[in-house]
């Protein structure tokens, strides 16, 4: 058994597909119209085209934005994804206007910092401290 597709909940596919493809630099997999305004939207890694998928969903059901407001109010990360030096890309990240929520922190062997995705998630990146 392995991951195949995961999702996050987005409130603009068009701008959540910028921001994870211009500004994290993800790659479309999949991009199929479904009815008259959302699509199959998927973005996998540069370098592992044939990886985990991630679908940038639609958050039209009405149990989305509670659960959303809840998490970015706590503070809590819906998805977290791997980067090699996290300091690092927190500065590539800024470079490009991408805000933070919580600056690089290192705790044993990993650092961990959370970004705004701007479609109404946060996003921690986790990498080696």
Known sequence: ?????????VDDQATAHAFYTD????????DVPLGESDRWLTVVAPDDPDGTELLLEPAGHPAVAPYRE???????????????DVR???ERL??????FTQEPLTMGPVTTAVFDDT???????????
Do not use: Y
């Not at 058994?1 to 909940?9: A, E, H, N, R």
């Not at 809840?70 to 090699?84: K, M, R």
């Not at 800024?94 to 805000?99: A, D």
């Open 23 to 30: 500004i994290l630099g993800f790659r479309t997999k999949h």
């Open 119 to 129: 479609c109404g998630n946060l996003v921690q990146i986790a990498g080696p401290a």
């Open 88 to 90: 690092a890309e927190c």
């Open 70 to 84: 809840a998490l970015v109010a706590d503070g809590i990360p819906l998805a977290q994804f791997a980067v090699d």
């Open 94 to 99: 800024r470079g490009l206007g991408v805000r």
């Open 1 to 9: 058994m392995k991951i195949q597709l995961t999702s996050v909940f």
